[in-house]
């Protein structure tokens, strides 16, 4: 198995670019999420999903559209890049139940900078 | 605001000294877990603990709950060199949403 794979790694965007950063696993698991690292902090939340056709907002969404038409594949979307998304960025799954989440697996990350 | 709060922000150990770190956190959850990032990679889950449960082993780690204080903690006991990352609890706050705190960054000293 793969695991969670991302592409790309790396990405450098002009401000008003748009892009989209791939994620997909190969696990099978119903949830998956998209969370941005700035430097020295921790994760926060931009997206989430908990199944094919059915997506939400976590913490700082805005200037981030997601879609899920697989189980698969969950890819981020950045529909006007600005300076302020310079981050790297983190695609995560797992299992999930009701109620319960379950081990995350992450990505390797993509490194997004945008001048 | 992030749901959970690591504390120390950092921490310095010699090789063989145990490690300990927290983390606070504002509302009700179903299970807490802890993550190691090492520089530059993708998080890696170390151990879950759920809201019933107030302690958990795995290899030299061992993770406390306190759900009256909101609190959880981290020890990594016989640290070693290659333990030298960051450290994040993340908590679900009881929704579809699992949040991470700030992180705790461990140097191990050789």
């Known amino acids: 198995n793969a695991g969670v794979t991302q592409t790309p790694k790396f990405q450098v965007l002009k401000t008003g670019q748009s892009m989209t950063l791939q994620c997909a696993q190969d696990?099978?698991?119903?949830?998956m999420s998209w969370y941005r690292q700035d430097p020295g902090m921790g994760l926060r939340l931009i997206h989430y999903s908990v199944g094919a056709g059915i997506t939400d907002q976590g913490e700082v969404p805005n200037g981030y559209n997601v879609s899920r038409s697989t189980t698969e594949d969950f890819p981020l979307r950045l529909l006007s890049a600005a300076p302020s998304q310079t981050s790297v960025y983190f695609c995560?799954?797992?299992?999930?139940?009701?109620?319960?989440?379950?081990?995350?697996?992450f990505g390797p990350g993509t490194r997004l900078t945008v001048t | 605001s992030q749901q959970g709060e690591e504390d120390p922000q950092a921490l310095s150990i010699q090789e063989g000294e145990n490690a300990t770190m927290n983390c606070s956190y504002k509302?009700?959850?179903?299970?807490l877990q802890w993550y190691r990032q090492n520089s530059g990679r993708g998080l890696v889950h170390l151990i879950l603990i759920r809201s019933n449960e107030r302690e958990k082993h795995s290899g030299r780690l061992r993770v406390t709950l306190d759900t009256s204080k909101k609190s959880s903690s981290l020890l990594i006991t016989a640290s070693r060199a290659a333990d030298t990352a960051s450290y994040f609890c993340?908590?679900?706050?009881?929704?579809?949403?699992?949040?991470f705190g700030t992180g705790t960054r461990l140097q191990v000293f050789p």
């Open positions: 993340a908590t679900d706050a009881g929704t579809d949403k699992l949040i």
């Open positions: 696990m099978n698991h119903e949830y």
């Open positions: 509302t009700s959850i179903n299970n």
């Open positions: 995560a799954s797992s299992y999930r139940t009701p109620s319960v989440f379950y081990e995350q697996y």
